[in-house]
């Protein structure tokens, strides 16, 4: 079974600081993909970033970064120069070969960035 | 990137009344969408999967007869939530799959769904 554990609820950055969303993961699946989703209180889905398991570089997207460390099973979001508009809910999600491809959700954390 | 529908964006209805939501894939064609449900401060949670033209597969503890699924064609999915009552209030999003440019690789693309909030009175 896959799973997919973000251990932050919540998180505070400074404007203009760095911050690291922490994401690990679990499967038996040899091959899959990692994801990063932004929920702001709208409710959309806006994707931000993604890693396939193959991929040895790690994913870069403007000021997002993935940092994929695969023997840790870990796949943490780097946002840089954070902006105000940058709070909202973070979801971590994975995709396997199996199911149609669904994606599995962390529980996600809610970031909030403060001037 | 592509566009996905959802039709209605928020919805009110008294208990015991049927509720159906649609979710269009605006420029392209799904190869297969999915419905998720999202309760306030939670996760999304996987409803179910639907391919067109075949019987959608619901995860485990979804009722099939409560959430009725229907992908009549590439381009449209229905959720619809029979015999509403207030604990199915809640944030429903679809999302569509599209083929990779060119067909290569295992995965499709995912685009979701502007998503739609039901309550039930």
């Known amino acids: 079974a896959q799973k997919i554990t973000q251990t932050q609820p919540g998180m505070f950055v400074q404007e203009k600081e760095a911050v690291t969303l922490d994401c690990t993961y679990d499967?038996?699946?040899?091959?899959?993909?990692l994801f990063w989703y932004k929920q702001p209180s709208s409710g959309e889905m806006i994707f931000l970033i993604y890693q396939g398991s193959y991929d040895e570089q790690n994913a870069t997207e403007g000021r997002y970064s993935l940092n994929f460390q695969k023997a840790r099973k870990s796949a943490n979001l780097v946002i840089s120069a954070s902006q105000l508009g940058d709070s909202a809910m973070y979801f971590c999600a994975m995709r396997g070969l199996t199911g149609y491809n669904k994606l599995i959700f962390g529980a996600g954390t809610r970031l909030a960035v403060h001037p | 990137g592509a566009v996905v529908s959802q039709h209605p964006s928020w919805v009110i209805c008294k208990s015991g009344t049927s509720v159906k939501i649609e979710c269009r894939s605006l420029d392209f064609q799904a190869t297969t969408m999915f419905w998720y449900r999202q309760f306030p401060k939670q996760s999304l949670m996987l409803m179910a999967t639907?391919?067109?033209?075949?019987?959608?597969?619901?995860e485990q503890g979804v009722e099939k007869d409560k959430f009725l699924i229907n992908h009549a064609s590439l381009t449209l999915s229905t959720l619809t939530v029979t015999s509403a009552h207030p604990e199915d209030s809640s944030f429903y999003i679809c999302?569509?799959?599209?083929?990779?440019?060119?067909?290569?690789?295992?995965?499709?693309?995912?685009?979701f769904g502007p998503g739609t909030r039901l309550t039930v009175l």
């Open positions: 999302s569509a799959a599209r083929r990779l440019a060119g067909g290569g690789g295992p995965y499709n693309e995912q685009f």
């Open positions: 639907s391919n067109e033209g075949s019987k959608a597969t619901y």
């Open positions: 499967t038996s699946d040899q091959s899959y993909g």
